[in-house]
């Protein structure tokens, strides 16, 4: 293990409210209640800029999930939730939404003492956007519409029949949701399924399940009827595996690696439950000659440092033409070298640490795979907080090739693979699609139209002009090839959750 542990930790001051709630042991939300883990156990749960445990979560599984199940199940069938009227169901979600921003502080906070970012960023972004998300999704409650149908019944000439489509919510959904955006995974998730009428199952990173469990409190002040939303923390080869392969779950949406989304498939194939997948991604960001490298320089920074670089999005393979290479990955070193390295509580940071050790040793590791295979190292200056937390500062990385794993893989993690490229053609256009993820891709040009034309061509289900890393809860977002199935966010994401029964009635004659 290469994590630093030589010197003392950095520890800021936790706000008073935070370590008390966190002084207590946190417990699994099943049918309304807040209960132990049947089997007793429990995990810690560390700060990843210290090192330091700072809760004890309880640990579920198999036992806790088929609870849970059993509850969203009677809650979908016979509970209050399945006689609400659309428009008291939005008016809840309405409300979440609103608690979410009433506990903003709170929020922020315990995402930068859980996940390690700077709570100014989980405030300004993971926060809002989470309410938004609730607070946009409520609206579609009322507007979840069947049609009509003409139907020109040619095995039966001469008669008349209406029919009509009716959109139903699929069931009992299983959430599973990753560890990088902990709050706004479960938004994501949570607020398109409770719209369309489905009760959850929401199973939360082990590395990070402190803000998804203060939601569920809030779910609960907001008047969610029980059942209707369960929250499992736990172990993905335990509690996440036992949640995919349930016969009685309907669905399953998954957030996190192509890796363990494969495994999740495999896992929902028992009896073909239907499944949406987002996932990785390694997507490239594309600065053309006639570029405004005033944005350019900046935009492209944030593409892959944003978030520590630990975003499925993240513009981590900067195509630049040769004409202007050296001056951008100079322009962005100089740009990631004015970041604050720091704990997320701590009002001058910009960027927190890794996750966890797991992910430092993979993130170190790439870049010893990258010098290893003959990459050129560019650091950026960035003074790295000493103890035991999970640091690594932005790098950029040159002279690389196709065949190089930093190229073809996602580190996950403050890394830029920087390329220059000779002629704007198709070979650009290949390049820039030869992975085998699609998950989003950016373009800088003055010329708007070819970078309209550059985006058409690119394999992406995200392509960002002249900006990067812009999410709005009506913007559909999912991949292409093996970044995913289905979309989230916008009206897109609706269909993730509910199935269209055709209903057709034969008409006597007048």
Not at 255 to 264: Q, R, Y
Not at 347 to 370: D, F, K
Not at 475 to 502: C, D, H, I
């Amino acid at each position: 293990m290469n994590v630093r542990a030589d010197i003392p930790a950095i520890s800021p001051t936790i706000p008073p409210a935070i370590r008390d709630w966190l002084s207590k042991d946190r417990t699994l939300l099943i049918d309304g209640k807040w209960v132990p883990a049947q089997s007793g156990k429990t995990f810690d749960v560390t700060d990843p800029a210290t090192g330091e445990v700072i809760a004890k979560v309880a640990e579920g599984d198999k036992a806790d999930v088929d609870a849970a199940v059993k509850a969203a199940r009677r809650a979908f069938e016979s509970g209050p939730w399945s006689k609400m009227t659309p428009s008291a169901r939005g008016r809840l979600l309405h409300r979440i939404g609103d608690l979410i921003l009433e506990h903003a502080d709170e929020l922020a906070a315990l995402e930068a003492i859980d996940n390690g970012k700077p709570m100014a960023v989980a405030k300004a972004t993971d926060v809002t956007l989470s309410a938004d998300m609730f607070h946009y999704m409520s609206g579609w409650a009322t507007k979840i519409e069947g049609k009509s149908i003409p139907l020109s019944a040619l095995a039966a000439p001469g008669s008349d029949f209406f029919s009509v489509t009716r959109p139903e919510p699929i069931g009992v959904v299983g959430q599973i949701i990753p560890w990088n955006f902990p709050l706004l995974m479960a938004a994501w998730k949570l607020a398109p399924a409770l719209t369309t009428g489905c009760t959850v199952v929401l199973k939360v990173a082990e590395e990070t399940p402190l803000s998804a469990l203060r939601l569920g409190e809030l779910m609960l002040e907001a008047g969610l009827p029980d059942g209707v939303v369960n929250i499992i923390a736990g172990f993905g080869e335990t509690a996440g595996a036992a949640l995919a392969g349930h016969p009685d779950v309907n669905k399953v949406a998954f957030t996190g690696s192509t890796e363990v989304g494969k495994l999740i498939v495999k896992a929902a194939s028992g009896d073909l439950k239907r499944v949406s997948l987002e996932l990785g991604g390694k997507s490239p960001n594309i600065i053309l000659p006639d570029a405004d490298l005033s944005l350019a320089i900046p935009g492209a920074n944030a593409a892959i440092f944003f978030n520590h670089g630990q975003c499925c999005n993240a513009g981590s393979r900067l195509f630049v033409h040769r004409s202007i290479f050296d001056k951008v990955v100079e322009g962005i070193a100089a740009e990631a070298g004015k970041i604050k390295l720091g704990h997320g509580l701590d009002a001058g940071t910009e960027m927190g640490p890794l996750v966890s050790a797991v992910q430092y040793e993979r993130v170190t590791g790439y870049l010893e795979a990258g010098r290893n295979e003959g990459a050129k190292t560019i650091g950026c200056g960035n003074a790295v907080p000493s103890g035991k937390g999970y640091f690594v500062p932005p790098t950029i990385l040159t002279d690389t090739n196709p065949g190089m794993k930093v190229v073809r893989e996602e580190i996950f993690g403050p890394v830029l693979v920087a390329t220059p490229f000779d002629e704007v053609d198709d070979a650009l256009i290949a390049e820039a699609n030869n992975t085998v993820y699609g998950l989003a891709a950016g373009v800088w040009g003055k010329d708007t139209g070819r970078a309209q034309q550059i985006a058409h061509r690119l394999r992406a289900g995200t392509v960002w002009i002249n900006c990067y890393h812009v999410f709005d809860a009506a913007l559909p977002f999912g991949g292409y090839k093996q970044s995913g199935w289905g979309r989230e966010m916008g009206q897109a994401v609706l269909s993730n959750y509910l199935e269209t029964k055709a209903i057709t009635t034969r008409l006597g004659t007048l």
